[in-house]
């Protein structure tokens, strides 16, 4: 398995595979090339939902004179296909065909993947998890031993735009970019003075809601594991600093513990909506949560795994369907409810691991094989589901 700097990348929203994918197939044409004008046509789910997702905005403030096409041809390898023609002096001088493969990473048509050299001796939770034992050490201690030196100040880095995420998104209000005319909602979230409503629900949500809107604003943010789950491991983690008092050191060996859980999902099933949907996106976010909360709540190996395997059960066959491609409905408000269904899967854990019958290696195996019985229209097309029914109050 790959570093799981790979999975946590810090980048701009307001989509992982539809914006920091396209972002990094540009500079790596720009490093391959010097052309003067290029042009890009955007197949599958980068098609249907680019405009969205402001796929063409990202390209163009890369490429600069670039003309950018929406295919309709759908008979492609890879839901996010993106070809590239480089011209020179209005002579073809290249072409290349890229795929966004989710999380922000991206392969190249040709190159033999994985490109990304192995840091991991492990395929799977068991494998890993046998070896914890063995060893006597931690999910975050097995991080440290495999990653290099540098991983500890990475995930420092990480826990400090996540922070910075939520506070810029609880301190924005007006409302969101694109013709859906959705209001900013974590400021009033926060001050919220509703009496029936519990103190972890008001902050959990206000916390996701915030760096959320920040991702579907353009605004910097940490996939965990993309742009579109964004909102729900650093909701969780900062409501436990901050109700809780865990302290900057824990915070940071739970994100790697919940680096484990999203790896092994990478490796194994998927983290891409165009693939398999949003039980991978934000199934597999609100894995990584759960797992992170039992790091701190409990720390014992066995209720880490049972969490992470409760909060992605209980994702299996959720859709990917943004109104008008936007990650803004129903994304913001599934990454609240994902954050708290985290919180609860480790709360349950604890009690019930014991009991526990299904292995979360089996629950990723169940998610691929479901994410590939979904219709493409459920898969971030925009062409079903809430997409397809949504009509604008009048």
Known sequence: MK????????????????????????????KRYQGDHYKVI?????????????????????????????????????????????????????????????????????????????????KSFEEIENYCIEENITLYEYVYRFEDDS????????????????????????????????????????YSQKNKVSIELRLVSAYAYAVSEVNASGGLVVTAPTCGASGVLPSVLYYLKDVYKYNDTMIINAIATAGVIGNVVKHNGSISGAEAGCQAEVGTACSMAAAAYSQLESGDLSVIEYAAEIALEHHLGLTCDPIDGYVQIPCIERNAVAAHRAINAGELAQLLTSTSLISFDTIIETMKETGNDLLDSYRETSQGGLAKKYKPKL
């Open 3 to 30: 570093s799981i700097k790979s999975l946590y990348n810090i980048g701009h929203g307001p989509s992982s595979s539809h914006t920091i994918g396209p972002e990094r197939v540009c500079y790596d044409i720009l």
């Open 42 to 122: 955007l197949y599958g789910s980068l098609s249907l939902t680019g405009k969205g997702h402001l796929t063409d905005q990202i390209i163009k403030k890369i490429l600069g004179n670039v003309e950018i096409e929406f295919s309709k041809d759908f008979n492609i390898e890879h839901p996010n296909t993106m070809d590239v023609y480089i011209f020179k002096s209005k002579n073809l001088i290249g072409k290349e065909r890229y795929y966004s493969v989710g999380g922000g990473a991206i392969q190249r048509k040709g190159d033999h993947f994985p490109k990304e050299k192995d840091v991991y001796p492990h």
């Open 151 to 190: 991983i500890k100040a990475y995930l420092q880095d990480v826990w400090k735009v996540m922070q910075e995420s939520i506070n810029l998104g609880l301190h924005t209000e007006g409302y969101l970019p694109g013709k859906l005319k959705v209001k900013r909602k974590a400021k009033s979230l926060l």
